[in-house]
């Protein structure tokens, strides 16, 4: 399958976008595990050898989980990769617009696709060392793994989403506890070395 950012891009539409300041949930929809999957291909492509992987995170990689119409992408860049470069090789083809350094503990360098103020994906650049990228592949991991986790983190998704309606910073800022406290629950259900 030949991937290109068009192809890509009128693939998603159909199935997700949202409007930049609104938070809305909806069920899952299984096409977005494969266009997840085109995502994270154009990403891979555009990064070249600077990436180290690409995954696809966040709700819409969570089968049964409601989710903002959104794909969330995670790219691991080589430790002391330029920021210039990295904005130089997503932006390349117009496929991604860089939009701000949301610092390595809250998104990384932040992409994003979609037309006008609607977006369809989210890409997230971080370094391959850090504790962002093992954050985001456990939590999503745990989420899949977890179906008490998953339905906790979902109902104070609904919450939060019905309280920041048109706050999507807001909204963001909020749902940052449970995230955090099922990465805890997570971390202390790990075996714990001798």
Known sequence: MQVNGNGAAQAARGHLGLDKSEVRLVPHDPRWVALGELECARV?????????AVAHVGSTSVPDLEAKPILDIVAAV????PIDEVVARLGSAGD?????DMGEHDGGLLFVRGEGDVR?????????????WDDYLRFRAH?????????????????LA????????????AKGAIVEELLKE??????QAP
């Open 44 to 52: 891979s492509e555009l990064l070249g050898a600077a990436a180290v």
């Open 78 to 81: 080589r430790d002391r990769t």
């Open 96 to 100: 991604y617009v860089y939009e701000a």
């Open 120 to 132: 369809t994906v989210h890409v997230h650049v971080v370094g391959c060392n850090s504790g962002a």
């Open 143 to 159: 989420l899949v793994d977890d179906p008490e986790a998953r339905r906790r983190y979902e109902l104070v998704k609904r919450v």
């Open 162 to 173: 019905e309280r920041f309606a048109r706050d999507r910073p807001g909204y963001t800022l």
């Open 186 to 191: 997570e971390e202390a259900s790990l075996p």
